[in-house]
Each structure stands twice: as C-alpha cells, then as structure tokens.
C-alpha cells in the first residue's frame, strides 16, 4: 500500500512565524503536490512538483513555496503565516503512469 | 477555480438506503475520479471514470458520466453506517493533465443506523 505521511496532524503557530510542513511518500512517486482544504471550498491546489528540484504553481501560491530536495520528501513553507492560512493541508503523490492520487493525513494548521 | 461541484451538499439516510451524489464540471475533461474523506483524515480514491466510459462499477459503487451534460453521479447502495464520510468529485482538465485535479467542495452524507 502507498503511504504517504506528513509530519504532524495538528499544528499552532503565530502570526509572522516561519512554518514548515512535511510530507513523506514510500512509494518512489514522481509527482507530490500540496493542496489546502477549507470549508465550502474543497481542495485547492498549492504547488506540485513532478521531480526533484521541479516544482509547478498551483490555483493559489501565494505566501507559499515549497522544497522538494528529494524524490520522498516534499515541503510546504509558509515564510511568515497569517491568520489567512489557518487551513487544513493535504499532501498527495502520484505515479507518471497512473492517474489517481494518494494522501496522506492531513495537517490542521491554527495561526493565532 | 472551482470546476466540480458537487449536489446535494449534505444528504443524511437510514443505513440500507441508497446514496446518490451528483457532480457538474465546466470545461472537457481526461477523466473523473471521486474521493473519500472521513472526517478530519485525508482523501481515499474511489473509483476513476474515462472520459469515453458512461458508467463505471465497484462493489457497491456505481457511477455514471454524462459528457454532454458535464455531469457524473456515484451511487452507493445498501449503504452502511460506514459510509458516513464527505464525497468529493475530481475532474483532470483536458488541458491540464493528469497534476491539476480540481476538487469539488464536497457532499457530507451522514448514514444513519
């Protein structure tokens, strides 16, 4: 089974901090992506990356970026967090040659 | 942009019945895959119809694909207590490939015992 894991389930953080979430994938997937997830308003795409070092812009990077240093490990930086990004965030991988994701558990991110 | 969007909002039925969610997308599409989410926990993938596929089984999931009308509904049936989670529709974009899945906002249903 794909597992793809992120590095805490619930995080708290304040305003201006600098925040790094992590997400880890075991099943050697070419494509990572982040998304956020928000009441009424489904999943958003971040940033998504399809090689090491490559990344692609999603529907809403702004006041993100991320790192993917290697084919594993893919993370989301929020350089100074605001209230705005209190969020539910979803880290996804996929294989080139199929066309489903995979999840992990998701961080719920409190900025105070 | 949001390109899936999913009806009812919230559905809530008596363990047996059957659930239909129904999905309506705006632009051509690869395919359309829909998602599980039990409450507070990642997305599972259900189930993948084709562009070129009209309808899809598995188990106790059924769902059809309308390109003519942008629209998809999942049917579970005889559903179970476990199936309470939210149910979101994913369309890949024609243009987009197969890294810009846009997710609907979603279908809580609720089965009751």
């Known amino acids: 089974d794909v597992k793809v894991t992120q590095s805490s389930r619930y995080l708290v953080k304040r305003t201006g901090e600098k925040v790094f979430l992590e997400c880890v994938q075991d099943?050697?997937?070419?494509?990572m992506f982040w998304y956020r997830q928000d009441p009424g308003l489904g999943l958003r795409l971040i940033y998504f990356s399809y090689d090491v070092k490559m990344k692609e812009k999603g529907d809403i990077p702004e006041g993100y970026s991320v790192s993917r240093e290697k084919k594993e490990r893919f993370s989301l930086i929020l350089e100074s967090a605001s209230t705005n990004q209190t969020s539910m965030y979803l880290c996804a991988s996929r294989r080139d040659s199929q066309e489903t994701q995979y999840f992990g558990p998701g961080t719920r991110l409190l900025v105070l | 942009s949001q390109q899936g969007e999913e009806d009812p909002q919230a559905l809530s039925i008596q363990e047996g019945e059957n659930a239909t969610m129904n999905c309506s997308y705006k632009?051509?599409?690869?395919?359309l895959q829909w998602y599980r989410q039990n409450s507070g926990r990642g997305l599972v993938h259900l189930i993948l119809?084709?562009?070129?596929?009209r309808e899809k089984h598995s188990g106790r999931l059924r769902v059809t694909l309308d390109t003519s009308k942008k629209s998809s509904s999942l049917l579970i049936t005889a559903s179970r207590a476990a199936d309470t989670a939210s149910y979101f529709c994913?369309?890949?974009?024609?243009?987009?490939?197969?890294?810009?899945?846009?997710f609907g906002a979603g279908t809580r249903l609720a089965v009751h015992p």
């Open positions: 994913a369309t890949a974009p024609f243009s987009g490939g197969y890294n810009k899945l846009i």
């Open positions: 119809i084709r562009s070129n596929e």
């Open positions: 099943m050697d997937h070419e494509n």
């Open positions: 632009t051509s599409i690869n395919n």
